[in-house]
């Protein structure tokens, strides 16, 4: 008889490992395909000579004036007005661009590096936490998936990415296990990533909170190494540049809005995420019913995630949030629904799963990472310019460049030398604060000095108010010139036209 059970055990494993096979296949091939599907539209946007999105060319010309040795936060000109953010990107990006040139690839393939980086750390944690390659490797593809949702932010010359990446390695090494000084590692990573850009700086209670449950001394080496680092690069930085950095900064990011557009951020983010939202709550749930309150609190992935939907929510919500403030609570989401399921399953009654069996359980997670591909899905042809859309650009450009002069374009950035520029954004964001408004009337006074001899307008970005009726008193607004009446080229996703203006006195 036992021998009997023994063959039937045996032939029953082997049935269910053969029948697992089909929702394997499944789970990889449902991963892979968003995977493959921005690998293609990056590779087709990595040349691409002009914006990709409005503000790609002004982040490669603080990185090219990084690379010239030029100040990157000083007082306001009217050819450079520097963006309110921190400088590690522009001084990475820069001494790449001293080496290859002033490129966009250059900083596109920078922030591609990152985000490959973003989602091997993403398949190592999960595997690490759930014991399952799978597992992880669809928690990789969650991520993948939000490249639409983005805006296709992944691939830009744009700071995000390498901030992320920074802010995702600073919780990995993140080990209360590990000896008293490993607790500065974390710290230095944090603060770099807070120096990528600010919003690292809010993620910092999730790590402090994880060390003071363990070791109040490690939380202690923890918060040094960031403060000190974060703070004296500031103090230090700050005095250097006579206080333009501070208030660039943080003294512009003060004066942004705050409409009401509360149930559409959240419909955004939770209908995107259906699955791994739901999978976390569902750990929260085990956890906190069952009084498992230091496993709670103890668990930085729920904590990056918890703080990563704020983060995400808060930033998305002014009238000027773009899609890059939700690539935290993408990363976040694919985490922490790998590393919750532990949780659920310790919750589980396991005398169930025998019944479930092997297969059942790969088909469930088939089916849930279906429904999370689907609810994330945006195929990106719009994000891959066409061959006519690529060739327009290169004519623009190549016009650029041969102008007889310099030109003044406002609306995006080309970093060519006979270039001046002071980008929308900065306009916009100056004109919201006293001392902007009051260096931007010395710019203005200096523009119309100036006497560029071209202006380049974009029809999808007004002239800034306060600049508009000196282009209309000096620039001829119905005479374009020769061969450059509405120059079409593919940028943020648009097929926008550019019109190059000449000066009314210039024949």
Not at 47 to 57: A, Q
Not at 99 to 123: E, P, Q
Not at 351 to 376: D, H, S
Not at 432 to 442: A, M
């Amino acid at each position: 008889m036992s021998e009997d059970i023994s063959a039937a055990d045996i032939s029953s494993h082997d049935v269910d490992r053969r029948s697992a096979v089909w929702p394997t296949i499944l789970i990889l091939v449902l991963a892979s395909l968003p995977i493959l599907v921005v690998v293609r539209t990056m590779a087709a946007r990595l040349l691409y000579p002009f914006d990709l999105e409005w503000i790609e060319g002004h982040m490669l010309s603080m990185a090219a004036r990084v690379a010239e040795g030029k100040a990157l936060y000083a007082r306001p000109q009217v050819d450079y007005i520097p963006a309110p953010y921190f400088p590690l990107y522009f001084f990475v990006t820069g001494g790449l661009v001293k080496i290859f040139g002033v490129k966009y690839w250059v900083g596109r393939l920078l922030s591609i590096a990152c985000t490959v980086g973003i989602g091997t750390l993403i398949y190592r944690i999960v595997r690490r936490e759930s014991g399952n390659s799978l597992v992880a490797y669809a928690c990789v593809a969650v991520f993948v998936s939000s490249y639409g949702l983005t805006r296709t932010w992944f691939d830009l010359v744009r700071v995000d990415m390498l901030a992320v990446f920074l802010l995702v390695l600073a919780y990995d090494q993140a080990r209360p296990d590990r000896g008293l000084l490993h607790a500065a590692i974390p710290g230095i990573l944090l603060a770099l990533s807070s120096l990528a850009k600010q919003n690292g700086i809010l993620f910092y209670p999730g790590i402090a909170l994880v060390y003071l449950l363990v070791d109040w001394r490690k939380a202690a080496v923890f918060t040094a190494a960031f403060a000190g680092l974060f703070g004296g690069f500031c103090a230090i930085y700050n005095a250097a540049t006579d206080g333009w950095f501070w208030k660039y900064t943080f003294g512009l990011v003060q004066a942004v809005p705050m409409p009401v557009r509360l149930l559409t951020v959240h419909a955004k983010i939770f209908s995107n995420f259906p699955v791994a939202i739901f999978v976390v709550l569902a750990a929260c749930f085990v956890l906190l019913s069952r009084r498992r309150f230091r496993e709670f609190f103890g668990d930085k992935w729920l904590a990056f995630f918890g703080i990563a939907y704020v983060v995400s929510y808060y930033f998305r919500l002014p009238a000027g949030g773009a899609r890059n403030a939700l690539i935290p609570i993408c990363v976040g989401a694919a985490i922490a629904a790998g590393t919750s399921l532990p949780h659920i399953v310790r919750s589980l009654n396991l005398k169930l799963l025998p019944t479930i069996g092997k297969a059942g359980l790969l088909w469930i997670l088939a089916a849930a990472l279906a429904v999370q591909v689907v609810a994330q899905a945006q195929w990106y042809k719009y994000a891959r310019p066409t061959a006519e859309q690529t060739a327009a650009a290169h004519r623009l450009v190549d016009m650029l460049e041969n102008l007889d002069g310099t030109y003044y374009m406002p609306s995006n950035v080309v970093p060519m030398k006979n270039s001046l520029w002071v980008h929308h954004m900065s306009w916009v964001d100056l004109a919201k604060v006293k001392w902007g408004r009051q260096e931007l009337n010395r710019v203005r006074a200096d523009f119309v000095k100036r006497k560029i001899p071209y202006f380049v307008t974009n029809k999808d970005r007004k002239v800034a108010a306060f600049l508009r009726q000196r282009v209309s008193d000096n620039y001829e607004l119905k005479r374009r010139i020769p061969n450059s009446a509405r120059v079409h080229a593919f940028s943020a996703t648009k097929f926008t036209p550019w019109d190059i203006l000449k000066r009314k006195d210039i024949p």
